[in-house]
């Protein structure tokens, strides 16, 4: 069945600027687009768009390859990689991002826990389960059972609150504001120079990352129509297309669909780990994870995250990550 498949960050990530569950290796992501330049039929976001509005019959094959956020090696790596292939890719930015300087809150936390020193921390904040919450630092593997666990509970407060916890645990972690500026996203040169190319599109992403489901009615249309805007004004394109942020089912609702449909896009992405058919509904179409693996692992677990085991099992490991610590 037609998928879609759906990145962020193509790097080595030896500075561990990113969260390192959204990066592939750029050797691995070489090898992905061989796979898929020689055994599958990638096709542009547009097209599959317009073959679902005709009801037009798409080979089993069919691949549509999407990046979110808006990192700069899309740019440096995955774009001359596409290039090299000539494969379609469309780029969903989410324009608080972009040449601003400014960087993703988890991207952020993910650096603080990662490169301290400090091997235990204390976090506390209104609702912490417990209390007080004890993250444990000492090994690789109990860092990245505290990020998760972490950035699951953040995920749920006001964007003011989740800032300050942020800043207080960058403070017990002893990492300064200076260590945390990074030139980690685009900016609008680079975007301009890759939409220059027939292969790349790009996309509405909102304008700060934040899941709309929690906004006001207001805040949903600026940030929808908002990024729209400053996305056309900086690349003299149309914008058609929209992923939201984090996509899962609970990330969205029908206010931000309905927004969508009268402003005019053709179609918007989630993150619902799905195959395409007939019968998907264009402003809430299935992805699947493009993970950090190639030959087998990759053909096989790509078909796993687009059944529907593989969106169980998603499930169950974000259920894990609200306890796991």
Aim: negative net charge; contains cysteine.
């Amino acid at each position: 069945m037609p998928l879609i498949l759906f990145y962020h960050s193509v790097s080595e990530n030896i500075e561990r600027r990113i969260d390192p569950t959204i990066v592939v290796h750029p050797t691995h992501f070489e090898q992905q687009l061989r796979y898929l330049s020689s055994r599958m039929q990638v096709i542009s976001l547009g097209e599959l768009i317009e073959a679902l509005r005709q009801r037009r019959k798409l080979s089993p094959r069919t691949v549509v390859i999407t990046f979110d956020d808006g990192y700069k090696d899309n740019f440096t790596a995955a774009y001359p990689l596409l290039q090299q292939y000539h494969l379609p890719a469309t780029f969903f930015l989410s324009t608080g991002f972009i040449g601003t300087g400014d960087i993703k809150w988890e991207d952020r936390l993910s650096y603080i826990l990662n490169v301290t020193d400090v091997q235990t921390i204390h976090v506390e904040y209104p609702g912490c389960p417990d209390g007080v919450k004890l993250l444990n630092l000492v090994q690789p593997r109990e860092r990245s059972h505290s990020f998760a666990w972490l950035t699951h509970q953040l995920s749920r407060l006001p964007s003011q609150t989740r800032e300050q916890v942020i800043d207080t645990v960058r403070e017990l972690a002893k990492i300064t504001t200076e260590q945390l500026q990074a030139d980690v996203m685009l900016n609008w040169d680079e975007v301009r120079e890759m939409v220059s190319s027939p292969i790349c599109v790009f996309g509405s992403h909102a304008v700060s990352h934040e899941r709309l489901s929690t906004l006001p009615d207001e805040q949903i249309y600026s940030e929808i129509t908002g990024s729209r805007r400053e996305i056309e004004q900086e690349t003299d394109h149309p914008v058609s297309f929209f992923a939201y942020p984090y996509g899962t089912s609970q990330d969205f609702d029908r206010r931000a669909v309905s927004v969508l449909n009268s402003s005019g896009f053709k179609c918007a992405v989630t993150t619902v780990y799905a195959h395409i058919g007939p019968n998907s509904e264009l402003f809430r179409l299935g992805r699947v994870l493009g993970a950090d693996t190639t030959g087998f692992r990759f053909s096989v677990g790509t078909a796993v995250r687009a059944s529907f085991l593989g969106q169980s099992i998603r499930s169950f490991t974000h259920l894990l990550n609200r306890f796991v610590v």
